[in-house]
């Protein structure tokens, strides 16, 4: 049974940064490809960050400059380092593997705000 389980969210001020982690459990990590999404209230859930079982990385647009997405095939977990954060930042964040693309955490909320 696939497992995933998000942390590391709070209420941060516009320009802060925020570590989300997430553990996977129920599979074999260091194989898979991990995402990082996000869904804000009223939108649809959208793509913000991949790490591949190599390492290799990609952003969308959203947050290419400002996250950095990384990886511990030791502790099973995948990083979110969140940086310069704007208010449109705010939203629930979840990790998935796309091999196991139904199998969501509870994820973890953002929200940036004076």
């Known amino acids: 049974q696939v497992q995933l389980v998000e942390s590391g969210g709070g209420l941060v001020q516009p320009g802060g940064s925020l570590r989300l982690s997430c553990v996977a459990s129920g599979i074999i990590f260091s194989s898979n490809t991990m995402h990082w999404y996000r869904q804000a209230p009223g939108k649809q859930r959208e793509l913000v960050a991949i790490?591949?079982?190599?390492?290799?990385?990609n952003y969308a647009d959203s947050g290419k400059g400002r996250f950095t997405i990384s990886r511990d095939n030791a502790k099973n977990t995948v990083y979110l380092q969140m940086n310069s954060l704007k208010p449109e930042d705010t939203a629930v964040y979840y990790c998935?593997?796309?091999?196991?693309?139904?199998?969501w955490g509870q994820g973890t909320q953002v929200t940036v705000s004076s």
């Open positions: 790490i591949t079982s190599y390492g290799s990385t």
């Open positions: 998935n593997a796309p091999s196991y693309r139904n199998s």
